[in-house]
């Protein structure tokens, strides 16, 4: 039999997204669930702007629980207590297990769309549940969430997608995707002025620093993120964002932070040379793991960099190489055996988080297994 392989294009998948926001119920109530991060943050406040656009006047928002970007049953509670018709996932790849969404669908009618950038593991499409991810028309591509919904609302209006291009702008700075995503450059541009052009450019500019502030907010209280969504928000431009005087405070002690731990990584950090990877323990109540993951990863773009944070019973890890290896597998092959362990993201950064007794094991099974798993090719 003769398979034939019907792909849908990127922009395809823009037009149907915006489609099915389209045929939203102005009356209905709407849950928008976000990825705690600045890109999720920006797709959150993207979604926003689009479903006002759209005249649709109950939208609550919601971020996703503060362990892990899936559907949690703390997250299912509140859920069910809202009761949405309609749900929005961004920035969450909710199809590692999609059985809460479907028991939302069958328990209140929820219409579902989830618009996501990650791996996916299956396509909830097939579960009658809208699934956009650019990875289903280009697998190996890399454009983020927030970009997603620049481009789905240019499918709507020119001039939403251009007024919050440089919402957009600051979710793909965080995500490290710039370099991906030219044709919002160039609409940001024409927008607000040519200042840069490359992702290493950008981060450098006021619109990398407000995505710094979201990280910060992030780490710096368990509802900061939500602070940092609501003002952004709010912000009529990335200075409003930026003159805010709580995230000014968070971003100026977490950067004293950071700089202290990124200066002690060579001192204090376990290098395995010959397994080219850095397992590096930080102390703090800080969740700044992520972020100090992604500075020396900047600077060390070929070694396997672990940056591990204890909190609780639990050991929580962000994973980053550049160049040299694909860490989402080896996150997940390290995994392997642990009782109530979590891995996974993207082949350059991934996250994990391991029961304290499960430590010495999990860190074995990553130096072990952190030649094994290659950078896929890029485009
Ligand atoms: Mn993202």
């Not at 044709?183 to 710094?212: C, M, N, P």
Request: hydrophobic letters at 40%.
């Amino acid at each position: 039999m003769e398979y034939v392989e019907t792909m849908k294009t990127l922009d395809n998948l823009y037009s149907e997204a915006a489609e099915w926001l389209k045929q939203i119920r102005k009356s209905g109530l709407i849950a928008v669930v976000y990825h705690r991060d600045s890109d999720g943050v920006c797709s959150a406040v993207m979604a926003a702007k689009i479903l006002k656009h759209l005249g649709c006047g109950s939208v609550k928002i919601v971020p996703c629980d503060v362990s892990t970007p899936a559907v949690t049953p703390a997250l299912m509670r509140s859920l069910s207590e809202l009761q949405p018709d309609y749900l929005v996932f961004v920035d969450m790849a909710v199809d590692q297990d999609p059985n809460p969404l479907v028991l939302l669908k069958q328990k209140y009618g929820t219409k579902i769309i989830v618009i996501d950038h990650h791996p996916m593991s299956m396509d909830l499409n097939m579960l009658d549940i809208k699934h956009i991810n650019t990875r289903s028309a280009d697998p190996r591509g890399y454009f983020p969430a927030a970009y997603m919904m620049y481009k789905i609302a240019g499918k709507l209006s020119g001039e939403l997608a251009r007024d919050h291009s440089w919402v957009a702008l600051v979710g793909t700075i965080g995500d490290h995707g710039i370099d991906n995503c030219p044709d919002l450059v160039k609409d940001f541009s024409s927008a607000y002025g040519r200042i840069a052009t490359t992702q290493k450019d950008f981060s450098q500019t006021k619109y990398g620093k407000a995505s710094e502030y979201i990280m910060s907010a992030k780490a710096s209280d368990d509802d900061g993120i939500e602070t940092a969504r609501i003002v952004l928000d709010r912000a009529i431009n990335a200075d409003a964002f930026l003159s805010a005087k709580t995230l000014k405070e968070w971003h100026a002690n977490m950067q004293a932070v950071i700089n202290h731990m990124v200066d002690n990584f060579e001192k204090d950090a376990e290098l395995n040379p010959n397994a080219n990877i850095a397992v590096y323990t930080i102390k703090t109540d800080r969740r700044i793991e992520s972020v100090v993951a992604s500075i020396l990863s900047d600077k060390f773009p070929r070694m396997t960099i672990v940056v591990c944070r204890e909190s609780q019973e639990r050991i929580g890890c962000s994973l980053r190489n550049q160049k040299s290896a694909d860490v989402s597998s080896l996150a997940r092959a390290s995994i392997a055996g642990l009782k109530d362990a979590r891995g996974g993201g993207h082949p350059q950064a991934a996250a994990a988080s391991v029961k304290k007794s499960d430590w010495a094991a999990f860190k074995n099974a990553l130096i072990n297994n952190s030649t094994k798993y290659p950078a896929p090719a890029r485009k």
